[in-house]
């Protein structure tokens, strides 16, 4: 099934929608769909913020004002 | 009217019946890479043009962080986590204290996450504390100058935050983002000053949608852009990403003849239910969480989430039942499928097509 779908891309590519073969971060990637309240999808990577631990321990802000009315 | 959209090109109509052919496969395999949560109604701000039905207190109450883990943790072993993307969304996420604690249990079970938000509430130290927590994209609505910000929001505030947040965002390395506006009849005119402000505030990443009959927006004509303008705004995408300063991108929001391919990257297709799946606050497994309507397929309270999904979801991958009114004789159904499915009411009725109103074939 890969194969026939990466085959149908590579046709899509040779008439010039080469857009649709380039994965966007995504292996198997049809172009970058965005619904429409979605996010950018993003590529998962190891490590880019040093994630501390003590994260979730420190307050978290919030602004409590415009939660309260 | 004559326009692009009417005339599709023989080789794009050979690209787009290929591409056909491709998402059949597409949904024979349905890869699920993008799951939506609705973690919260509650918002911060109550915008005219809001698809969802938030409050600022809602009827729902936030669903309790460890139920969707246990989603999560259900749904681990049949997918590999880094290409499922987990998009947080409401309601207004940043409502939730818990979000970062969610957001870094995510980030250890190895999948990518990110959310939409107002920036009501994204000041430093909350954006340092979600990139913590494993951060991996963000988007940030805009959707005009203060003026017309700030009149939808209502909120005095709403604009001078939101452009504080994106600010922050668009220096953060690593970081996906982009700036969402929904384009209506108030903000129209303003396209292209808005634009360069955009690329002045070193913005690389802009996504626009219109807006459709939903939420609150269902009553105000005025949110809706009619033919002419329609088509004015398709040539300004076309033309930005042309210029190459800015990406831009446009929406999901259907089939647009001559267009596709031009205002995005790829060819139309709704994803819902084929790569995409949502989890509503109540529960409800759904397609996409811009679906109003209630197609819900199950429930996370009483059916396992990846049953569901691979077992479920008919209507959603065959879509012949949309093959009725405007769409049973539309020449373009084959690469349309009947649009979107946030397009269709409790009735399965089409509320709105973005190919007919540029056609003006309604
Ligand atoms: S009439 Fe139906 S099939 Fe044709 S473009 Fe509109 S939504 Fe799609
Ligand atoms: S339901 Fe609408 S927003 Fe969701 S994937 Fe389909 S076209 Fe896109």
Known sequence: MKTKKRFLRFLIGVLGFSSMMVSCNKEDGDGDIRVMYGVAPAEYKENIHQIDPAATEQPLIVNDEEQSH | ?362
């Open chain 2, 1 to 362: 009217m004559k326009n692009k959209a009417t005339k599709i090109g023989l080789r794009k109509k050979i690209a787009l019946d290929l591409f056909a052919k491709y998402y059949q496969q597409k949904v024979k395999e349905h890869p699920l890479d993008t799951l939506f949560w609705e973690c919260t109604l509650r918002c911060n701000l109550a915008c005219k043009h809001c698809g969802s039905d938030c409050r600022k207190e809602s009827l729902f109450k936030d669903m309790p962080a460890e139920d969707f883990l246990r989603v999560i943790d259900s749904l681990t072993p049949h997918v590999d986590p880094h290409k499922v993307m987990i998009v947080v969304s409401g309601g207004e996420p940043l409502m939730r204290k818990d979000l970062e604690y969610v957001g870094l249990e995510l980030y250890k079970r190895g999948y990518p996450w990110g959310m939409v938000t107002n920036g009501m509430a994204l000041d430093r130290a909350r954006f340092d504390s979600l990139l913590r927590a494993g951060l991996h994209s963000i988007t940030v609505s805009l959707d005009g100058f203060a003026e017309q910000h700030n009149a939808f929001r209502g909120n005095p505030q709403s604009f001078d935050r939101a452009w504080n947040a994106i600010q922050m965002i668009s220096k953060e390395e690593d970081l996906v983002y982009d700036v969402v506006t929904c384009v209506n009849q108030h903000n129209f005119g303003d396209l292209e000053r808005m634009k360069r402000f955009l690329i002045d505030g070193g913005v690389k990443y802009w996504r626009i949608f219109t807006i459709f009959p939903s939420g609150r927006a269902a009553e105000d004509p005025t949110m809706f852009l009619n033919h002419e303008q329609t088509v004015e705004l398709l040539e300004f995408i076309k033309k930005t990403r042309e210029e190459k300063e800015i990406y831009l991108t446009f929406a999901c929001e259907g089939f647009l003849g001559g267009y596709e391919a031009e205002v995005r990257d790829h060819f139309y297709y709704c994803g819902a239910g084929v790569n995409v799946a949502g989890i509503r606050i109540d529960g409800a497994i759904s397609g996409c969480t811009s679906i109003r309507a209630r197609y819900d397929q199950g429930n996370i309270y009483k059916d396992d989430f990846w049953e569901v999904w691979d077992k479920r979801f008919e209507m959603y991958r065959n879509r012949e039942w949309t093959r009725k009114d405007a769409c049973k004789d539309c020449k373009v159904f084959k690469y349309c499928l009947g649009g979107g499915m946030h397009l269709r009411d409790e009735n399965q009725n089409m509320k709105e097509c973005l190919y007919l109103t540029l056609t003006e074939k309604k």
